[in-house]
């Protein structure tokens, strides 16, 4: 569980300043007293996902773990807008909290590093519609569980295939595809907009992803 370019360089700032030792150590601590990194990272885990938090804190960046809603014994990792998507990774049924920090880790240096996954791209020309779209995945005849990042017509969405019964008959396999519209933040107003790379409110192309 450790953070790698960008994001590591900026926690290191961040972990020698004023306000963070204040805030790991208290008012009653002199600013000047710190560990270091190398004692920071000989900590168990679940010890430095709190100060992680707190770094986080300072980018207005939040993400936190909680017991999932929809799997019982299972953990979600849960995020702000701010916070890029892991794939395929299923972020809301992992199985242990453990399992969970070193996702969110990974989802932090995707956010902090400007990665971006994979996102396949489906002309409209060529894709006449959002059906034609779901047709092509399943004919890549893939597992369940797989998902995927694509853009149509000006949207950015999410896909991921799933088992359902009713589907059987028409020799599909028993397999559906569920799509989700990815919302992006405009980097001037701050709202969300499902159209990709606009904001109408801003009428302007400037958005983070």
């Known amino acids: 569980m450790r953070l790698t370019g960008k994001a590591k360089e900026n926690f290191e700032r961040w972990f020698y300043s004023e306000s963070a030792i204040v805030q790991m150590y208290g008012d ?93 791209q489906y002309p409209k020309e060529q894709y006449s519609s959002i059906d034609h779209i779901y047709d092509t995945i399943l004919d890549k005849d893939v597992d369940f569980g797989h998902e995927e990042e694509f853009t149509y017509d000006g949207k950015h969405y999410h896909a991921k295939v799933q088992h359902d019964g009713t589907y059987m008959e028409y020799g599909i396999k028993g397999r559906e595809v569920i799509f989700n519209v990815i919302l992006h933040e405009c980097g001037t107003c701050g709202d969300d907009t499902t159209k990709l790379g606009f904001c ?10």
């Open 200 to 209: 109408p409110k801003c009428d302007t192309d400037a958005y983070s992803y």
């Open 28 to 120: 009653c601590i002199s600013t000047s007293f710190n560990r270091g990194i190398d004692w920071f990272e000989a900590l168990p885990e679940s010890m430095q996902w709190g100060v992680y938090q707190d770094f986080l804190d300072a980018f207005s960046i939040h993400m936190w773990i909680e017991p999932s809603q929809y799997f019982t014994g299972s953990y979600a990792v849960l995020y702000g807008s701010k916070v890029k998507r892991i794939l395929p990774a299923d972020m809301d049924n992992l199985t242990t909290r453990d399992e969970a920090r070193k996702l969110a880790i990974e989802a932090i240096n995707l956010t902090l590093n400007g990665e971006l996954p994979t996102v396949t």
